[in-house]
Nanobody, 126 residues
């Protein structure tokens, strides 16, 4: 298993910001893709942004383009998701996951990710 741990969730007001982090301590993220996915109550898990660390390629879902930038902090072996202008409908458990073989055109798809963190709750509410 490629173990990752999420952090940074919490309660935020609509329009506010949070920073989510996905950290790996047992392996280097350089050779894999890291994806963020979210699951709201009663809904299926869906993609947010993903980054392929080997070449820096980034995939964004249309709903978050320009608003939820993703980046990698090489110094601390961490992928950071900056969440800006959050909406109430984005309340969900956010998961970090690893695609161990991020090649091909579908590298960012949910089914390509095999190792998952425990999730962190994000609640957007007044």
């Amino acid at each position: 298993q490629l173990q990752v741990v999420e952090s940074g969730g919490g309660l935020v007001q609509p329009g506010g910001s949070l920073i989510l982090s996905c950290s790996a301590s047992r392996f280097a993220l350089d050779y894999y893709a890291i994806g963020w996915f979210r699951q709201a109550p009663g809904k299926e898990r869906g993609g947010v942004p993903c980054i392929r660390s080997s070449d820096g390629t980034i995939y964004y879902a249309d709903s978050v383009k320009g608003r939820l930038p993703i980046s990698r902090d090489n110094a601390i072996n961490t992928v950071v998701l900056q969440m800006n202008a959050l909406k109430p409908e984005e309340t969900a458990v956010y998961y970090c996951a690893v695609n161990p073989r991020p090649y091909g055109d579908n590298w960012y798809r949910l089914y390509e990710y095999e190792d998952w963190g425990q999730g962190t709750q994000v609640t957007v509410s007044s």
